[in-house]
């Protein structure tokens, strides 16, 4: 595999959840089959594999584009095809968000794959050859190509030029039958796509068909929190897994494994269940995020995300480790790590999908700090070594006076802002505070006073900061 998604999908991504749904409807073929040797492997040989005693049976790619142009998969296509060569006795299946369109005047998906190789095999051909095709760029000793050609190197990084040509001319040719051996992915709807909620929905329905055929409770509360078990336990599959991969170790779930975990009684609410719950809603108000074309552009080759940097560290953390820094992203609510329902699910939606994310997407990702001791995440400008940034979700609904007074009644802030100077939010201009002016009935500070004075305060003068303005200064 020629890129390895896993830091940024983590086990509450839509790749994760395929790969589940996927291994769910095997169990349901034949409930009753031995499955110890059936294995389901995430990010090896592609996004995942289905295996059985070190036999791969299929490969799946996985894409959540919000978008049908066929070549926003053309990358995708070509990688699962080179490895369904290497791989002569498996099946390959791309699963997509979208339904993907082929390509301008084909008729068929593999007629559009087989314009790409016809295009990389034509031009490789004439004589002589000046090292420019996209083949002799993958044999190259370049360090920086084009994306096709890294996946081409990524695939045979044991061949000349010459050698990759006459596959892909196998392939292209049909002696090679990788090609017919690779399609889009069918769900149980007769769709060749699935978006993010209908696949939750997806998983469900298969959950609650092996608890049936056991024999089992198929209450909702038993089926949600089961759901919400493999979640959990793909996020923390997957952290391990890529721990132990420069180790050169592979990981894998076998499907009786899955089987036995999914019978087992969930009826009872724990914090853990309550942290996963938080963990799943805070990466669908991300995946929302990056497909609202007005909010979010995806960026270019050349262009770095800012958002992505983030999201990958926070999508890596623990469902438990994540709620603790949502907890530093609200000093205004009132928010302890109990196992109240009602206060674990009293987020702040509102705040984190149109502050939050936006902040994460605006200010430049180079000046982040990540703290798991803290469990938060700051900015600092490197011109300004005392002056940290704290992103959080305080909108613009409340005055700048109320959002300071609920700060101040919150029992918890003294340790969410130490050593926090500059408080970004979405309001329009910058108020600086006492963080316990409240509470000790001082007003809050002119702007123009001397923070160099001696302070009596446990914790410094703080200011909000509009995210426009931290942006300019952190840029």
């Known amino acids: 595999m020629a890129f390895d998604a896993s830091p940024s999908w983590s086990g509450f991504n839509y790749q994760g959840k395929v790969a589940l749904y996927h291994a769910l409807t095997l169990i349901n073929n034949d409930i009753n089959a031995d499955l110890s040797k059936i294995q389901l492997t995430l990010e090896n040989i592609e996004d995942f594999e289905i295996s059985s005693s070190n036999s791969v049976i299929s490969l799946h790619q996985v894409k959540a584009y919000n978008l049908s142009n066929y070549s926003n998969y053309s990358d995708a296509l070509l990688e699962i095809t ?132 056991k024999g089992k409770n198929t209450s909702k509360e038993q089926i949600e929190r089961t759901f919400h078990y493999f979640l959990s336990s793909i996020d923390e599959h997957i952290s391990t897994r890529h721990k132990q991969k420069q180790n050169g170790v592979k990981l894998s779930i076998t499907l009786s494994s899955i089987l036995t975990s999914i019978i087992e009684d969930r009826e ?25 074309e007005d909010d979010y552009q995806h960026p270019t080759n050349d262009e770095k995300c800012n958002l992505s940097q983030v999201r990958d560290y926070l999508l890596a953390l623990t469902p438990l480790e994540l709620w603790s820094f949502y907890r530093s992203f609200s000093p205004q609510s009132q ?32 000046r982040s700090i990540f703290n798991l001791n803290r469990f938060n995440i700051t900015y600092k400008n490197p011109d300004q070594p005392s002056e940290n940034y704290l992103p959080t979700t305080i909108s613009n609904v409340l005055p700048p006076e109320k959002v300071i007074r609920k700060i101040a009644e919150n029992p918890n802030a003294t340790e969410l802002l130490f050593e926090v100077k500059n408080i970004i939010y979405s309001g329009s201009e910058i108020f600086p505070f006492y963080p316990t002016w409240e509470s000790n009935c001082q007003a809050p500070p002119h702007s123009d006073l001397n923070e160099n004075e001696k302070q009596t305060e446990p914790l410094r003068i703080i200011k909000l900061i509009p995210i426009d303005i931290a942006k300019g200064i952190l840029s």
Request: aromatic residues 8%; negative net charge.
């Open 335 to 366: 928010l302890v790590p109990g196992q109240n329902l009602q206060n674990a699910l009293a987020v702040d939606e509102i705040g984190i999908r149109y502050v939050l994310i936006k902040i994460f997407n605006a200010i430049n990702s180079d």
């Open 82 to 213: 080179l490895e369904l060569h290497k791989n002569n006795n498996s099946i390959g299946y791309i699963h997509t968000w979208k339904k993907i369109d082929f390509k301008k005047n084909f008729m068929s998906l593999e007629d559009s794959v087989k314009d790409d190789l016809c295009f990389l095999v034509s031009q490789y051909a004439p004589m002589p050859r000046n090292g420019e095709s996209l083949i002799e760029k993958a044999t190259s000793g370049k360090k920086s190509l084009p994306k096709t050609a890294a996946i081409l190197r990524a695939a045979f990084s044991n061949k000349c030029a010459e050698e990759i040509h006459q596959i892909l001319s196998s392939i292209l040719n049909g002696k090679d039958d990788s090609l017919q051996r690779m399609s889009t992915y069918t769900y149980d709807d007769g769709n060749s796509f699935c978006d993010l909620t209908t696949i939750n929905i997806k998983i469900k329905n298969e959950i609650e068909k092996i608890l049936d055929k």
């Open 268 to 292: 009872i609410i724990s914090h853990q269940y309550l942290a996963i719950e938080f963990k799943n809603f805070f990466a669908l108000k991300l995946d929302e995020f990056m497909a609202d």
